[in-house]
């Protein structure tokens, strides 16, 4: 008898401080990487703008050659989207949509995934054009739901998105480079 008693003030201690930190656990997240690239705004939102030019950079499609995209609507406009299957643990399957843009400077997006689990987030490109270069700044942001709230004590977003984004940072700015030397060369 002692030992069920035992447990169960164990489960219930285990539950309410599952409730504590769901209840004080951090709401929301967002991960934002810069990198500055030296070109005018116009060429880098060539690549950020255009979803079909995303699998040149994206760090995802590099860590996974078994995706399959799929585009949408007219690139640079609110109608852009595309979708993408892949391998469950890598990339999963999902899709990404345009929801606001304003041409050589800003795009917000809806990312949303449907494997490995159910989500959706609010992302963006920003480009500060200055001097003939151009600051491109991609962040993601969205909410973490209550029942996930305890186990992000556990888990560190910025850890796992930072590092990527700065990979497909990395490759926009040496493709815009490729694409100038190829310009010199011609």
Request: proline share 5%.
């Amino acid at each position: 008898m002692k030992i069920i008693k035992f447990l169960f003030k164990v489960a219930l201690a285990m539950i309410l401080i599952f409730f504590v930190l769901a209840f004080f656990g951090e709401k929301t997240y967002q991960v934002k990487r810069s990198i500055v690239i030296k070109s005018n705004a116009q060429i880098v939102w060539e690549q950020v703008s255009n979803y079909s030019n995303w699998p040149n950079w994206s760090p995802w499609q590099e860590n996974d050659p078994t995706v399959t995209n799929q585009f949408f609507g007219v690139p640079g406009t609110t109608e852009h989207s595309m979708s993408w299957i892949g391998d469950k643990d890598l990339s999963g399957t999902g899709n990404m949509k345009i929801t606001s843009i304003d041409p050589n400077k800003s795009l917000d997006y809806l990312l949303t995934f449907e494997v490995p689990f159910a989500m959706h987030s609010d992302g963006g490109m920003t480009l500060t054009e200055k001097n003939g270069e151009t600051t491109l700044t991609w962040f993601d942001k969205g909410d973490i739901p209550f029942i996930m709230r305890p186990f992000m004590v556990f888990m560190d977003l910025e850890g796992q998105i930072a590092p990527d984004f700065e990979r497909g940072l990395f490759k926009i700015d040496s493709l815009v480079r490729l694409q100038k030397v190829n310009q010199i060369l011609k």
